[in-house]
């Protein structure tokens, strides 16, 4: 339904933050098209071993090592989606790249690969890529790179947050 498409387009773009706008398009994703499950994971260094990278999935924070998982490390070494058969279903594992280049996976499980979802998953992720741009520079200075002031102020604000409150001395 090309409206409901455009009501979800919508509510990813009153997004500001990338983690918000990344649980939103799997939200957006999970409404409009036939899946079993729908994850969303970025690839990071990992703490053990720098030169390896990890997944880390954006609904859980779980992390993932790409050793165990052939399909993901076939996309990241193509940069081209990779549908990798199971039993009863298929898993399409999406390169989610942004101007920094492979940045993650959107992965669907679903029973068959379905070209009008594959349409529609490849508009989003091109949404997406443009937004994180968008998001990137307004959050950054042009000349350094760095977090403007307002971003900053921000990113310390959630960091504090996520503290908690400190315990009250008598």
Do not use: M, W
Request: include cysteine; charge should be negative.
């Amino acid at each position: 339904d090309t409206r409901q498409l455009l009501q979800s387009i919508t509510g990813l773009a009153e997004k500001s933050d990338v983690r918000a706008l990344e649980l939103s398009l799997i939200a957006t994703l999970s409404k409009i098209i036939k899946a079993k499950s729908i994850k969303l994971c970025q690839l990071h260094q990992d703490f053990d071993i720098p030169e390896r990278r990890v997944l880390v999935c954006a609904e859980t924070q779980k992390r993932i090592s790409l050793d165990s998982e052939p399909g993901y490390a076939e996309c990241l070494q193509t940069e081209r989606k990779v549908v990798v058969p199971e039993d009863d279903h298929v898993v399409v594992i999406h390169p989610i790249r942004t101007r920094n280049g492979l940045v993650g996976f959107l992965c669907v499980e679903c029973k068959e690969e379905d070209r009008g979802d594959q349409d529609i998953i490849s508009t989003l992720l091109d949404f997406y890529k443009n937004y994180v741009s968008l998001l990137h520079d307004t959050e950054r200075d042009v000349l350094t790179g760095l977090l403007n002031r307002r971003s900053f102020h921000e990113k310390v604000l959630q960091a504090i947050g996520a503290q908690g409150s400190p315990p009250r001395t008598s």
